[in-house]
DNA sequence: CCTCTCGATGTAATCGAATTCATCCGTAGC
DNA sequence: GCTACGGATGAATTCGATTACATCGAGAGG
């Protein structure tokens, strides 16, 4: 591999001069800026990135850790913050944590031995490794959440109004006549599950349906979905079920199946996220979408502001989602 | 933050002795460990990534280039990889090169300038940027290929038989009396594609049945899917398709429900993968089942015995499938 | 004709850790 | 009691680029 040294040696100029032309090519005379661009070709010379690095301090990597990146939710974010860093010239250090607070802290030590430049992490809980870096140093710490909202984190963020999008939901089954409704929540650890939640009762109560709330806890996956909504079907059975994803939509489809029941007819259902798949289901799901690519390129945003010495405060950055109405949802049949 | 210097000055020792409590602490008196250790939690001491990466020449990332990061096949490949890179000490730097030849190049200039040890790409075509080096390096060269086979690539890989894979299918359709058969296939510049095809050539001339297929080819997403299906159905309709990936089994679903057909009753449906929302799609969808994990788990075992000087030829891994036979195959109406 | 300025280039310090080689000291062996 | 050896540690070099500062020469201005 060729260094910098031989790329000057074989142009006959110093390493100095290399370095300009390749960074500021305005700075040298046009005869030796060509006759250094061609030693650089000849030798195939690509600067090492690592003594670049050490000298500018700079890693031109953003972090980004997501609790399941197998989750199309995720990975719809992910492929919007991996798009808008790569645009600004930086690539991305993947970290799927599964949920785990030890991944995440493993993760979080990349950013104080400088692996990155930035963290961007979707998940609700700021790793305890960073509380100190967060606490020095403020607003220009080069940290951001993405789908969470909460005030605590300390860290700027991108996200939907959860506790609006859940009521719009609530007040699409209301308005279809449904009274009973089960609601399948996600870890209620997470503030976008508490926020939702939040928008589920205030709509509930706003309706004088309190009573009719029948709430449970999964944990956005498939399984607890269909686990979930097995449960309510088998209890007092409500006529319509809102999950807090669509995976968990997917597996309360596939319980209401399983009870012998049919959606809308029966039960309808809604779901969180609008996932490509959401359409493509059979009822076609009605469903919350949100804006997955936005929210990546928010983040990414905040982020470089951040890293630009552009960010002067904290920034919530609330992005628009959109009830979308399909297939499965409809009145109660007794209504 | 502080740095090797910070700590040795604390401690009272050089800053040798504080590397070599860190990486090779057996070298160092009890005493003196302890010293060194209570100074780097004082200081919260972190080596500066950059720093030893120059030093030593590794920067302990893998790259990681995925045509489409969102397509969940892809993304559970690559939750793979993340968890066994992890488990090896590597960390993963994704780039999304969403099929296109520019992307993967600047991708593999990554790997020019040592941003990270090695590339494992899950497309099938090896950038030409890469292309002296696999020259230069031969077997040593430290990149690695998911998914396709091809003896032309000249790097190791892990994949299915694919050709067997999609000849089981056949069989499968075939044994349940199916004659006429669609078939969807993905882009044939991907070797992987044409070794699916040429399984279904070869079952279908097994059962004498060659002039009953029916072959378009897709690009492997929903949509795709839909048109490629909606067209079969529209021409001489076929008993049964079988698509090369199950999202295009998806859109080919709602082609089947568009034209007013059921799904298995009038056209069965075969898809390929077997993601996660394969078995909960209505009907179940009969798939062939790659094992995603296995894929990302074996990529990373091949780079990191190329890494460690452990590799001495090219080695192709094969791995298991299984065709899963959900309710979406079945005989045809008019048998 | 001399000085000043500016453009072009080179010299050398620097980033932070790893590591080779040298040094020092204590102890075992004779 | 002297040498040899080995364990513990430090001094200094190295990795490969960036960049502040120095230098040099040519043309402008007086």
Redesign the interface.
Known sequence: ?ATIQDVARDAGVSTATVSRVLSAPELVAEATRARVTASVERL?Y??????K??RT?K?E?ILVTVP???N?FF??V??GV??AA?TAGY??????TRHEAD?EE??A??L????ADGLIFLGHRLPEALA?MVAARGVRTPIVNGCEYSSELGVSGAHIDNARASAEAMEHLYGLGHRRVGVITGPLASPLSRDRLEGVRASAQAHGQAAGLAVVAGDFS?DSGLREATALLAADRPSAIFCFSDEMA??A??AI?RAGLSCPEDVSLVGFDDI??AE???PPLTTVSQPMDRIGHEVVRLLLDILSGKAQALEHVTLPHRLVVRGSTAPPAAA
Chains 1, 2 share one sequence.
Not at 46 to 51: E, I, K, S, T, Y
Not at 91 to 96: A, Y
Not at 112 to 115: A, S, V, Y
């Open positions: 591999m195939g690509q600067p090492n990135f690592a003594a690095s050490l301090l890693t990597k399941d990146i197998s199309p990975s719809q992910i492929r991996e798009e790569r690539s991305v250090l993947l970290g799927d991944r493993e993760y030590a990349m104080l031995r400088r692996e100190p498939i997917m597996g489809l596939e199946r490509r798949f493509f289901l059979n």
